[in-house]
């Protein structure tokens, strides 16, 4: 039976005490090539994918479970017997559970499809230059739209709020940036902040803090593919596979702009949106347009459900979101 037709997949440990099934749908599946992980499982890379905490159970074996904190807000899972690391938690990612993909037996439901921490790879592996060798980048710009005025969190800067001891913004590109060619940043304001992660920083050209169009024109200006992807700075939690199910769906319909969708909401500065709208985007602001929704709504747009991902388009707009999902920034 193809993992197409499955509805779940098995695995166990290297000394079969400890076994455990993972329902689908996964939310991601990709090589980590972060320190930690490499440090704790002695190998150059380690490949994840992740589930919902409560599509994963332990079916055999529990009481052979030991865990330890490889660092602070992180739960590391291994089988004490034969030592091997299956599960992985964090608190940057609230109710996941990660699981290494050589510990299944069974097939999965999707295949890698990215790269995390690539800037920590290690350098004797023969790694091809680009780290996503597995088609999901093609011709696509990343915009994160860091441009507003943060109202609801006392106009604070949002994307340089921390969130689990890092700015929020970070956590926004360490998800992103696998997905997309090259990344921009739109920021109105803290410019050299913005400069300090190593990404071009482009301002609106409409004064005032003109909304997210604004932000998503400039983008389109400075982009050099012919996709642009865009995202929020406040959705630390942002699918890994956000832009190749968008650009599969946009191309599959020949559509200019494509929207996630989870149930009946649209999100659409999640979006994927082709370069050549630029000239309509600019007559839209010119005419005093500024709602994202009545401009796509004269494009051929389409919406794309992350039905299975509904958590990861949560982003944090007050104090107490922020405080929801990151426990120790009460302290």
């Known amino acids: 039976m193809s993992a197409e037709t499955r509805t779940e997949a098995r695995g166990q440990c290297h000394c079969g005490r400890v076994h455990f099934v993972a329902r689908f749908p996964s939310r991601f599946c990709c090589h980590c090539h972060c320190q930690s992980c490499r440090q704790s499982h002695a190998a150059g890379f380690v490949t994840w994918i992740g589930f919902k905490a409560e599509q994963v159970a332990v079916v055999a074996g529990a009481e052979e479970l030991a865990a330890y904190e490889s660092s602070p807000g992180t739960r590391r899972t291994f089988c004490h017997v034969c030592g091997t690391k299956l599960f992985f938690e964090s608190s940057r990612w609230p109710g996941e559970i990660h699981i290494a993909l050589a510990a299944f037996r069974t097939p999965v439901d999707r295949e890698p499809e990215g790269h995390a921490f690539y800037e ?37 800067d949002k994307g340089l709020v921390l969130l689990q001891g890092q700015p929020m913004v970070r ?154 999902a990151d426990p120790v920034a009460e302290q």
Request: hydrophobic share 45%; glycine share 8%.
């Open 120 to 156: 920590e790879h290690v350098e004797w592996i023969p790694w091809p230059p680009e780290p996503a060798p597995t088609g999901q980048k093609h011709g696509v710009t990343g915009l994160v739209l860091a441009g507003g005025q943060g109202r609801r969190m006392g106009s604070v």
């Open 171 to 324: 956590h926004v590109i360490e998800r992103f940036a696998p997905q997309v060619d090259e990344i921009l940043i739109n920021a109105n304001r803290s410019i050299a902040e913005y400069e300090a992660f190593g990404y071009p920083v482009i301002r609106d050209q409409i004064d005032g803090f003109a909304g997210p169009l604004a932000g998503l024109q400039a983008g389109l200006m400075h982009a050099e593919h012919p996709l642009v992807a865009t995202v929020p700075c406040d959705s630390p939690f942002l699918p890994l596979d956000l832009v190749v199910r968008l650009q599969k769906n946009l191309e599959a319909q020949n559509a200019d702009f494509a929207v996630a969708r989870t149930m009946d909401q649209p999100h659409p500065v999640f979006a994927l949106v082709r370069r050549s709208l630029l000239p309509q985007l600019a007559s839209f602001l010119q005419a005093g347009g500024r709602k994202i929704d009545a401009w796509y709504a004269s494009l051929k747009a389409i919406e794309v459900a992350f039905d299975d991902e509904a958590d990861a388009f949560r982003n944090i707009n007050t104090a107490e979101e922020l405080k929801q």
